[in-house]
């Protein structure tokens, strides 16, 4: 079965950082293009950021670009998120996921990934 796990959510002022991870097991995820997706509350969810199977090719959504930073470490089998210079409309449940076609391109639509994790909160207070 495959699973993914994140941590690393918490409350935090305006202006620090954060970094998440996500464990993954059951599945070689090393060959899989994986992303983070974020819901904030009475909001539809909305892709953050992506990352290629190789880790070669990064993308971001235009509102934490220069903020944030996807990366991974597959010999760990786990995906990181790094967020500096948080604000309040970060706030949101943060999830990662990872679609099952081996070397596939990323992609920013949620419905393109095959697995989710069940999400960690990020609170931004002002």
């Known amino acids: 079965q495959v699973h993914l796990v994140e941590s690393g959510g918490g409350l935090v002022q305006a202006g620090g950082s954060l970094r998440l991870s996500c464990a993954t097991s059951?599945?070689?995820?090393?060959?899989?293009?994986m992303g983070w997706f974020r819901r904030a509350p009475g909001k539809e969810r909305e892709f953050v950021a992506g990352i290629s199977w190789s880790g070669g090719a990064t993308y971001y959504a235009d509102s934490v670009k220069g903020r944030f930073t996807i990366s991974r470490d597959n010999a760990k089998n786990t995906l990181y998120l790094q967020m500096n210079i948080l604000k309040p409309e970060d706030t949101a449940v943060y999830y990662c996921?990872?679609?099952?076609?081996?070397?596939?391109?990323?992609?920013?639509?949620?419905?393109?990934?095959?697995?989710w994790g069940q999400g960690t909160q990020v609170t931004v207070s002002s």
């Open positions: 996921a990872t679609r099952s076609d081996a070397y596939a391109p990323v992609i920013t639509t949620a419905g393109s990934y095959d697995y």
């Open positions: 059951g599945g070689d995820f090393t060959v899989y293009p």
